[in-house]
């Protein structure tokens, strides 16, 4: 379940994503090492003590090996809120709010390194927005990406 503001009682890990895009419009997107076809932006939690800016240069560095001077952030919006599915928590926590950065890339795509040491993804590839596919993503993350995508690209995804 997707929600525009946290629902009481419940606790919310704070987590960052980056969208990464190219000059052409083109957004990074990245296969997840464990589910076949399932695509998505890097994202991770923020530590105790970090920014959400801090958060999101060491995800990008530790997800896909992207230094923080290969991109600049263009936009940050957020938070976006899901849950969990019923009855499954993760370290105590119900589901995710979420801040989403919009990073212009300028580094050459040879930065791109996937095999990291605690990898996430199996593969990535430069698609345009009105590429992305919702059926890549778990249901619990659908309605976050249609309002992302709405907001940041002002494009609605399809069923």
Same mark, same amino acid.
């Not at 009481?8 to 076809?37: C, H, M, W």
């Not at 230094?67 to 928590?89: E, M, N, S």
């Not at 795509?109 to 009105?130: C, G, L, T, Y």
């Not at 596919?133 to 002002?154: N, T």
């Given at each position: 379940?997707?929600?525009?503001?946290?629902?009481?009682?419940?606790?919310?890990?704070?987590?960052?994503?980056?969208?990464?895009?190219?000059?052409?419009?083109?957004?990074?997107?990245?296969?997840?090492?464990?589910?076949?076809?399932?695509?998505?932006?890097?994202?991770?939690?923020? =530590?105790?003590?970090?920014?959400? @800016? =801090?958060?999101?240069?060491?995800?990008?560095?530790?997800?896909?090996?992207?230094?923080?001077? =290969?991109?600049?952030?263009?936009?940050?919006?957020?938070?976006?809120?899901?849950?969990?599915?019923?009855?499954?928590?993760?370290?105590?926590?119900?589901?995710?709010?979420?801040?989403?950065?919009?990073? &212009?890339?300028?580094?050459?795509?040879?930065?791109?390194?996937?095999?990291?040491?605690?990898?996430?993804?199996?593969?990535?590839?430069?698609? =345009?927005?009105? &590429?992305?596919?919702? @059926?890549?993503?778990? @249901?619990?993350?659908?309605?976050?990406?249609?309002?992302?995508?709405?907001?940041?690209?002002?494009?609605?995804?399809?069923?």
């Amino acid at each position: 379940m997707t929600t525009h503001h946290p629902v009481n009682g419940l606790k919310y890990q704070t987590n960052v994503a980056g969208i990464l895009r190219k000059p052409d419009g083109r957004i990074f997107v990245g296969e997840r090492l464990t589910i076949s076809n399932a695509w998505q932006f890097p994202q991770g939690g923020v =530590d105790a003590g970090e920014t959400h @800016e =801090d958060a999101i240069r060491r995800e990008l560095w530790e997800e896909i090996g992207v230094l923080a001077d =290969d991109y600049r952030i263009v936009q940050k919006r957020g938070p976006y809120y899901y849950l969990f599915p019923p009855g499954i928590t993760k370290k105590g926590q119900h589901g995710k709010e979420q801040y989403y950065f919009l990073c &212009d890339y300028r580094g050459p795509d040879e930065r791109f390194n996937v095999a990291q040491e605690h990898p996430e993804f199996r593969a990535w590839k430069w698609i =345009d927005p009105s &590429d992305f596919r919702i @059926e890549w993503l778990p @249901e619990m993350k659908r309605e976050v990406y249609r309002q992302v995508f709405q907001d940041f690209f002002g494009r609605a995804l399809e069923n």
